[in-house]
């Protein structure tokens, strides 16, 4: 209903579009599949010999496995940090009596405007004096930090939404705030829950600049550097960096497909909301 | 944000759910800002005691320095590049994507993903398709460009992988915009017997315009903050020509532990976002 566009022109557009979204990925993939030689001879074409053993070699070997752990525990963490704090924090701006409650929102909304680049030097040395560097506290903890911002407005905005009579039926029956929070409030806003957890675990699992000034330690990497490491180390075996490329993208992106409705939702959700 | 909302619960728990998280964030994101501005008037390496005051210095070093006006200018580029080329493409797509058919929805999924790939892969990705040893470069014969190796190129294919990876982002947000319009304003417009044009100029455009803006308000502040991409494909490089705020501030004072000097982009970088969204919310309201 729409389309600018005639029909033809139309289908024009988007396969162009699809081609050049695709074609950099099934380069990667079948990249990742070839010997050296084969790449360079022909980087966009499909393996003649396919070189499982390229994957296996990296599944194979610690590292891998080593990173994806630290992404995933570093992730987690701050996921659940992320949640329970901002669960409180939402519940109370939400329901309680509180004095100068505009004021406090305001202050946690400063964060909406706060960009962690910005002051990536004094909180690296924050988590050195509270000796956390290498470790995966140092980056859950100002990670948690930054997300507070978006995860209370999205969970203050939800709580309000609930059915107010509910509520006030249980205050009622003298059901204390904590009952309340834990029985009703937060099973009922699970699917805001479900967002804001998405937000937190995409944001933590992709992030780069954080974890490069916060880990020093190689074992500590999660993937994002580990990856950087990969390719500084194997410059000019670019099958073997796609290769790892590409089994570091394969579970996110299918869990993208898997999830994609809740992932669209929640990335767009703080976007949307604001 | 709801004004009024009657408390449900009068006790003074309220502030003790509320410790936990203002606690954190005083200590990790507002306390830090201030740190930041009050480093950048030294000039320090992280350690011992700040002793060394030396006032705006700093910042007159970095604004004198081509190194950081590159940067600055690399960031102008990917705004204006996100503004002019990025929206519109996503504006386009989501007109040729709004109905909910199937194959518009795998559509619409395929140009999400990049979005949805981390920064440091898909640039990853693209440093090797941009490489003149294997990338796409030798399929344009020997010996191939190095596009990579000259600053206007590599410059140019940096904004050009910026459009590649964020256009899903802003896509989706229009769609979501145009199906939220009442269907019955193009009732009437179909039987006032209303063109095409007309119609996407008196009802599509400005239903959009409040999406179209947040749209603005993203491109911007995440062009102002753009890093992850960087590294991989050019690390700032050939010869400084690529960096943007970030990397600068990252290589300055972090690889080298200038914190004052860095402190100072930190500081700049600060300012630039916080006048952008105070200066977009009153446009934003005057619009709305």
Redesign the interface.
């Known amino acids: 209903m729409h389309s600018p566009l005639p029909s033809w022109a139309r289908h024009w557009v988007l396969l162009t579009v699809a081609a050049l979204v695709l074609l950099p990925l099934l380069a990667t993939l079948f990249g990742g599949l070839k010997s050296l030689g084969e790449l360079r001879a022909h980087p966009m074409a499909l393996p003649q010999q396919w070189m499982w053993s390229n994957w296996w070699e990296i599944l194979q070997g610690q590292r891998y496995w080593a990173q994806m752990g630290n992404s995933l525990q570093i992730a987690l963490l701050s996921v659940g940090l992320t949640v329970v704090l901002a669960s409180l924090a939402a519940f109370s701006l939400a329901f309680m009596k509180l004095r100068g409650a505009n004021l406090l929102l305001g202050y946690i909304m400063l964060g909406l405007m706060f960009p962690l680049a910005a002051s990536i030097l004094p909180l690296f040395l924050r988590v050195r004096d509270l000796g956390l560097l290498d470790s995966a506290w140092g980056v859950v903890l100002p990670q948690a930090a930054f997300g507070l911002a978006t995860a209370v407005l999205l969970l203050k905005n939800a709580f309000q939404a609930l059915p107010r009579e509910l509520l006030e039926a249980a205050v009622m029956d003298a059901c204390p705030w904590w009952r309340c929070c834990w029985r009703i409030v937060l099973p009922l806003a699970r699917p805001t829950l479900a967002t804001v957890a998405v937000l937190s675990f995409v944001g933590s699992w992709n992030a780069y600049l954080l974890p490069l000034v916060v880990l020093n330690d190689d074992k500590a990497y999660p993937w994002p550097l580990g990856i950087m490491a990969y390719q500084g180390e194997y410059t000019t075996d670019w099958q073997l960096v796609l290769a790892f490329v590409t089994l570091t993208l394969l579970p996110a992106v299918l869990l993208f497909l898997l999830a994609q409705r809740h992932i669209v939702a929640g990335l767009t959700a703080g976007a949307v909301k604001s | 944000?709801?004004a009024a909302?009657a408390?449900?619960?009068?006790?003074q728990?309220?502030?003790l759910?509320?410790v936990?998280?203002?606690l954190?964030?005083t200590?990790?994101?507002?306390?830090?800002?201030g740190?930041?501005a009050w480093?950048s008037l030294h000039r320090w390496n992280?350690f011992g005691d700040l002793t060394d005051f030396v006032g705006l210095r700093n910042f007159e070093r970095l604004l004198a320095g081509a190194d950081f006006r590159t940067a600055m200018l690399n960031n102008g580029l990917v705004i204006a590049v996100s503004l002019a080329v990025q929206l519109p493409l996503a504006l386009?797509?989501?007109?040729?994507?709004?109905?909910a058919t199937r194959a518009n929805q795998a559509?619409r999924?395929?140009?999400?993903?990049?979005?949805?790939?981390?920064?440091?892969?898909a640039g990853?990705?693209?440093?090797?398709?941009l490489?003149g040893?294997?990338?796409?470069p030798?399929?344009m014969g020997q010996p191939a460009p190095q596009w990579l190796a000259d600053p206007v190129s590599a410059r140019v294919c940096l904004l050009g992988v910026v459009v590649?990876k964020y256009f899903?982002?802003h896509m989706?947000?229009l769609i979501?915009a145009?199906q939220s319009i009442d269907g019955s304003l193009?009732e009437a417009a179909r039987m006032d017997a209303a063109s095409?044009w007309r119609v996407?100029r008196r009802i599509?455009l400005p239903q959009l315009a409040p999406?179209l803006r947040?749209c603005v308000f993203?491109s911007v502040?995440g062009a102002?903050?753009l890093?992850?991409l960087v590294?991989?494909i050019t690390q700032g490089g050939p010869s400084n020509s690529t960096h943007t705020?970030?990397s600068f501030?990252?290589q300055h004072?972090?690889t080298r532990m200038d914190?004052g000097f860095?402190?100072a982009a930190?500081?700049l970088?600060?300012l630039l976002?916080?006048g952008f969204?105070l200066g977009w919310q009153r446009w934003d309201r005057r619009r709305a």
């Open positions: 944000m709801r909302y408390p449900l619960w009068r006790n728990a309220g502030w759910l509320l936990p998280a203002m954190f964030f200590l990790f994101v507002v306390l830090p800002m740190e930041a480093y992280g386009l797509l989501a007109l040729l994507l709004a109905d559509y999924l395929l140009f999400f993903l990049p979005f949805v790939l981390a920064d440091v892969a990853l990705i693209w440093r090797f398709l490489d040893d294997q990338g796409l030798t399929l590649w899903g982002f989706v947000l979501a145009l193009y095409r996407f599509t999406t947040l993203f502040l102002l903050q890093f992850d590294m991989p705020l970030v501030l990252y004072g972090a914190v860095g402190s930190g500081v970088l600060f976002c916080l969204a």
